[in-house]
Nanobody, 120 residues
């Protein structure tokens, strides 16, 4: 199995920044991509950003380009999302996801999520 553990969420004011982290652990796995989704109360889960593990290619939700930046630390199997100029509408549970190969099979894994609350 591959475990994903997020950290860095919290309660902030509008205009503040947060950096969320997600560390992957487990045995005998190779990460292909990692990314972030979020789900606000009463809304469907939406894509935030993703990054390819080998080349570092990044993809963002159009609405978040310029405010959010995804990055990775391959040595630590960790992905980050830097969130700037946060707005109340960014309030959501942010979940990390990984596409990883393990024992010849590719699977998607999810973390438990970390709450981000932005007050106005």
């Amino acid at each position: 199995q591959v475990q994903l553990v997020e950290s860095g969420g919290g309660l902030v004011q509008a205009g503040d920044s947060l950096r969320l982290s997600c560390a992957a652990s487990g045995t005998i796995f190779r990460i292909k991509t990692m990314g972030w989704f979020r789900q606000a109360p009463g809304k469907e889960r939406e894509f935030v950003a993703s990054i390819s593990w080998v080349f570092g290619s990044t993809y963002y939700a159009d609405s978040l380009k310029g405010r959010f930046t995804i990055s990775r630390d391959n040595a630590k199997n960790t992905v980050y999302i830097q969130t700037n100029n946060l707005k109340p509408e960014d309030t959501a549970v942010y979940s990390c996801t990984a596409k990883a190969e393990r024992l010849g099979a590719t699977s998607h894994y999810w973390g438990q999520g970390t709450q981000v609350t932005v007050s106005s």
